[in-house]
């Protein structure tokens, strides 16, 4: 029976100590050696370089310049849609009082038929 704490132990000591390499045959060291020289070489983009100081300071610049930008150009697009808004009520209040103006005539016109109907039928 082996008990639970030491298969911890020897699985500890099993991958602690060296083992032999396998013989891989005649002509396998230079691929080997390709193999291993290319898993211990870092990728460049993984290396990441600190950046200068004044590299940060033109970014933050850099930053603060399209922020104002933006900025700007937000308020001159609330001033168009205010500008555009305020040009919308206008055509609406005209738009409303030319519908008062056809309501009126259409009013006159029917009283005109009314009373043109009337002389119409009395004189038949």
Do not use: F, N
Not at 7 to 20: A, D, F, G, K, R
Not at 62 to 84: C, G, K, S, Y
């Amino acid at each position: 029976m082996v008990y639970p704490m030491m298969s911890v132990v020897l699985i500890t000591l099993s991958l602690l100590t060296p083992m032999p390499a396998p013989s891989l045959g005649a002509g396998t060291s230079a691929a080997v050696a390709a193999l291993r020289a290319s898993l211990l070489q870092r990728p460049s983009s993984s290396v990441r370089t600190m950046p200068m100081p004044h590299q940060v300071v033109d970014g933050i610049k850099a930053a603060e310049a399209a922020t104002w930008d933006t900025e700007r150009r937000e308020r001159e697009v609330a001033a168009e849609l205010h500008a555009i808004a305020r040009i919308g009520e206008t055509q609406c209040a005209k738009l409303r009082e030319l519908e008062q103006e056809l309501k009126d005539k259409d009013g006159r016109i029917k009283m005109l038929a009314a009373i043109a109907d009337t002389i119409l039928t009395k004189r038949k």
